[in-house]
């Protein structure tokens, strides 16, 4: 069983910065990508930005050059460091990561439980 732990959220004006932060802990074999997505109310939840363990990176436009996701891989731990915060940036940020599990070497995703971001105008 793999858990996430989701942090950092909270309630910024805009223009602000906020750091979300991302712990994956149990049976980690490895991990390969981890991300992050988000989901405000009456819309699909989207891909915000995601990292590969190698460290390539991959952001949606709409936070191109405001937002820069980074990993710890020792500690197994994503980040999504959030500047310029505008209010349509306000949504439950969620965390995702594709564990290679140690059980059966078998590759499965996982969902963090999500951390509130609202950004106030």
């Known amino acids: 069983q793999v858990q996430l732990v989701e942090s950092g959220g909270g309630l910024v004006q805009a223009g602000g910065s906020l750091r979300v932060s991302c712990a994956a802990s149990?049976?980690?074999?490895?991990?390969?990508?981890m991300g992050w997505y988000r989901q405000a109310p009456g819309k699909q939840r989207e891909l915000v930005a995601s990292?590969?363990?190698?460290?390539?990176?991959n952001y949606a436009d709409s936070v191109k050059g405001r937002f820069t996701i980074s990993r710890d891989n020792a500690k197994n731990t994503v980040y999504l460091q959030m500047n310029s915060l505008k209010p349509e940036d306000t949504a439950v940020y969620y965390c995702?990561?594709?564990?290679?599990?140690?059980?059966?070497?078998?590759?499965?995703?996982?969902w963090g439980q999500g951390t509130q971001v609202t950004v106030c105008s």
């Open positions: 995702n990561a594709e564990v290679v599990v140690t059980t059966t070497l078998a590759e499965v995703g996982y």
């Open positions: 990292i590969i363990s190698g460290g390539s990176t």
């Open positions: 149990g049976s980690i074999f490895s991990i390969n990508a």
